[in-house]
C-alpha cells in the first residue's frame, strides 16, 4: 500500500519537473542566440571584443585608416614612424630645463658666495695680527692711566667715562682679554714640539691615520661649536653690569677655562697639519689621495637628505669655513716643508701641484653637493644671493651705533669660526721657521707687518663696499636703523589698574642714528634714555574703587591673549638666526 502510494506521488511530481524544464529550455536558446548575435557583431582585437560603433567614431576622428590586416611588418612601419608631442606636457618639460639651467649657475653662484665669505674669513682672521695689538695696547695704556686720567677725560674718546662708573669700555675689556688669551696660549704652545709630532704620526699605518684625521675633523667641529660659547661667556662676564645680581662663576674661572680651551684647539689644528703633512710628504702618496676621497664621501651623507633654506645657509657658511681653514693649513705644511729644505725654491714646485689638486678637490666637491642639493630640494640659484646679503648685513650692523658685537665675533657665530687657535698655531709655526737676527730682519719684520695693515685696510673697504651694495640690492637698509629690545629676557609685564595709574608720559622724540662706520658705538643708557619724570599735579579725590573681576573672566582674557600672541609670532628669517652652521652646530 505503501509503496503504491510513493510510486503515485512520483508520478505526480514528474509532469511539473517536465513544465518547468519545458520553460528553461524555451528562454535558454532566446538566451544563446542573444549571445552569438553580440558576439558576431563586435570583433576581437588582442583578446577583446571592440563595439563597432565605436570603432567607426574612431575611424572617423583618426586621419590614418588603420590597416585592416595587422602583420609583422605593418607593426614595424608603425614603430618606426610613431610620432608624439612634447608640447601636451609643457610644464613638466619646462620645470627639467630649469633644473638643467639652474646646476649649470649654481658653480658661478657658489663660487661667488665663498669668495665673499673667504673675503670676511680673511677679514676677521688678519684682525687678530694687525688691529688686535693695537687695541690691545690702547686699552693697557688706558688702564696704567687711570688715576691720572681725570684731567683729559673731555679730550680722549677713549677715557670719556660713557657707561656709568667703569674705568675701561666694554670693547677695551674684551680686547685685553683676548690680548692675554693670546699672549698665554703662544708661552704654553712653546712646549709642544712639533717635530716629535711630525714622527709619531709618520710611524702610524695608512689606515690608522686615515681615521685619525676623520677623527679630528668631528673633534674640530665639536670644539668650535663649544669654544665660542666658551669666549662668549668670558666676554659678557667680564662687562656685565656690576649692579645685577651674581649668577656666574666669576671672571677668572671663565678666563682660565678660555685659555684651556684655545690651548687645546691648537693642538688639535696642529695634529690636523702634522697629519697633512705626513700625507704630502709619502712616497707613493696613498695617504693624501685617501684624505682627498674622503670629501667625496661627503656627498653621499648630504645630497640626498632634505635641505631647506635655512639648512643650505647652515652648510654653506660650514664649507666657508673649511676650505677657509684648509688653505690656512696648507700654508703650514708649506712653511714646515721649506724650512726642512732650507727655503730651497725648487721644493716649492714639487709641493704646488699636491697643493693644488687638494684646493680642486674641494672645489670639485662643493660645486656637485650644492648643485644636487639644490635639484633634488627645488632650491633655485637665487638663494645663493640671499646669503651674501645675509653675511653682508651682519657686516654691515657690526659697524653702527648700536652694535651688540665685535665683527669677529659675529662671522664666528654665524660661520663657526674660530681666529684664536689657528692664529695661536700661524704664529707658532712662523716663530720657529724664521729666525730673526739682525737689524735687517727687525726692519723686514716691521715691513712684513706694516703689509699685513695695508692689506687688511684694502680688504675691509672692498668687503664693506660689496657689502653695503648687496644689502641695497635685497631691501635692508630699514634694517639697519632698527633698535634692539631694550627690556631684558624673562621679564613678563605686569597688569596695572587703568583707574589707579597715571597717564602716560608723551614719548621722547628718537632720532635716527647715522649709518656712519667710523663713529664710537653709543652705550646703552643713550640708545635707551629713561623715561621724563612726571610734573606733580593737583591732589584730586580719586574715584572710588571698581569692584573687583571675576576669576573666570580674568583666566578667559589671559588664554585669549596667549592665543593672540601665539598667531602674532613671526616666521624667523635669515638675518633672525642666531645659531651655529654645522661646522659649530647649535641649531635650535
Not at 287 to 306: A, D, H, R, W, Y
Not at 326 to 354: A, G, T
Not at 423 to 452: D, E, H, P
Amino acid at each position: 500500500m505503501a509503496d503504491s502510494l510513493a510510486v503515485g506521488t512520483s508520478d505526480e511530481k514528474d509532469p511539473e519537473n517536465e513544465d518547468h524544464k519545458g520553460v528553461k529550455c524555451s528562454w535558454a536558446p532566446e538566451r544563446m542566440s542573444e549571445k552569438t548575435n553580440i558576439l558576431t557583431t563586435m570583433t576581437e582585437t588582442l583578446g577583446c571584443y571592440e563595439n563597432p560603433a565605436v570603432k567607426e567614431e574612431q575611424m572617423e576622428h583618426s586621419d590614418v585608416d588603420e590597416p585592416e590586416d595587422p602583420s609583422l611588418l605593418r607593426f614595424m612601419c608603425a614603430e618606426l614612424t610613431r610620432g608624439y608631442f612634447l608640447e601636451h606636457n609643457e610644464a613638466k618639460y619646462t620645470e627639467r630645463r630649469e633644473r638643467v639651467y639652474t646646476c649649470m649657475r649654481i658653480p658661478r653662484e657658489l663660487e661667488r658666495l665663498m669668495i665673499f665669505g673667504i673675503c670676511l674669513c680673511l677679514d676677521a682672521f688678519l684682525y687678530v695680527f694687525t688691529l688686535l695689538p693695537l687695541r690691545t695696547l690702547l686699552a693697557f695704556l688706558r688702564l696704567l692711566t687711570i688715576p691720572c686720567c681725570g684731567l683729559g677725560a673731555n679730550v680722549c674718546p677713549y677715557c670719556r667715562r660713557s657707561s656709568g662708573s667703569r674705568f675701561l669700555q666694554p670693547a677695551q675689556v674684551c680686547d685685553l682679554l683676548k690680548g692675554l688669551i693670546m699672549v698665554l696660549c703662544y708661552s704654553m704652545m712653546h712646549y709642544v714640539d712639533y717635530a716629535m709630532m711630525y714622527h709619531l704620526i709618520r710611524g702610524q699605518s695608512v689606515i690608522k691615520l686615515y681615521i685619525i684625521y676623520n677623527m679630528l675633523e668631528v673633534a674640530d667641529r665639536l670644539f668650535s661649536s663649544f669654544g665660542q660659547d666658551i669666549l662668549d661667556a668670558l666676554y659678557w662676564t667680564a662687562t656685565e653690569p656690576k649692579s645685577r645680581k651674581r649668577a656666574h662663576i666669576g671672571v677668572i674661572p671663565h678666563f682660565f677655562m678660555a685659555v684651556f680651551y684655545v690651548f687645546l684647539h691648537s693642538i688639535l689644528i696642529m695634529v690636523q697639519a702634522s697629519t697633512l703633512n705626513v700625507a704630502f710628504n709619502s712616497h707613493n702618496k696613498s695617504l693624501l689621495t685617501i684624505m682627498m676621497s674622503n670629501n667625496f664621501v661627503e656627498i653621499k651623507g648630504s645630497v640626498f637628505k632634505k635641505f631647506e633654506k635655512n639648512n643650505l645657509f647652515q652648510m654653506s657658511n660650514s664649507d666657508i669655513k673649511e676650505r677657509f681653514t684648509n688653505y690656512v693649513l696648507l700654508l703650514i705644511v708649506c712653511l714646515r716643508n721649506m724650512e726642512q729644505f732650507s727655503w730651497n725654491s725648487d721644493h716649492l714646485w714639487v709641493l704646488l701641484p699636491d697643493v693644488f689638486m687638494v684646493i680642486m678637490s674641494e672645489v670639485a666637491v662643493d660645486i656637485v653637493k650644492h648643485a644636487f642639493i639644490t635639484k633634488f630640494n627645488d632650491i633655485t640659484a637665487d638663494v645663493y644671493s640671499e646669503y651674501k646679503a645675509s653675511l653682508a648685513f651682519e657686516l654691515v650692523s657690526s659697524r653702527q651705533q648700536n652694535a651688540y658685537t665685535d665683527y669677529s665675533d659675529s662671522v664666528a657665530r654665524r660661520m663657526g669660526f674660530i681666529p684664536l687657535p689657528l692664529a695661536v698655531l700661524l704664529i707658532r709655526v712662523v716663530m720657529s721657521s724664521v729666525k730673526i737676527q739682525g737689524a735687517l730682519s727687525s726692519v723686514c719684520l716691521l715691513l712684513f707687518y706694516l703689509g699685513l695693515i695695508t692689506l687688511k685696510v684694502l680688504n675691509s673697504i672692498i668687503i664693506l663696499g660689496k657689502s653695503c651694495r648687496y644689502v641695497k640690492e635685497a631691501k635692508m637698509e630699514g634694517k639697519l636703523f632698527e633698535r634692539p629690545n631694550p627690556q631684558t629676557p624673562k621679564q613678563t609685564p605686569k597688569k596695572t589698574n587703568p583707574a589707579r595709574s597715571p597717564p602716560p608720559a608723551a614719548e621722547p622724540k628718537m632720532h635716527r642714528p647715522t649709518a656712519s662706520i667710523t663713529k664710537q658705538p653709543t652705550p646703552r643708557a643713550k640708545l635707551f634714555p629713561s623715561a621724563p619724570t612726571p610734573e606733580p599735579k593737583e591732589t584730586v579725590d580719586p574715584p572710588p574703587d571698581p569692584p573687583p573681576p571675576n576669576p573666570e573672566e580674568i583666566i578667559s582674557a589671559d588664554a585669549q591673549q596667549s592665543t593672540e600672541l601665539k598667531h602674532r609670532t613671526s616666521k624667523k628669517d635669515l638675518l633672525e638666526i642666531d645659531r651655529f652652521t654645522i661646522c659649530g652646530n647649535r641649531i635650535g
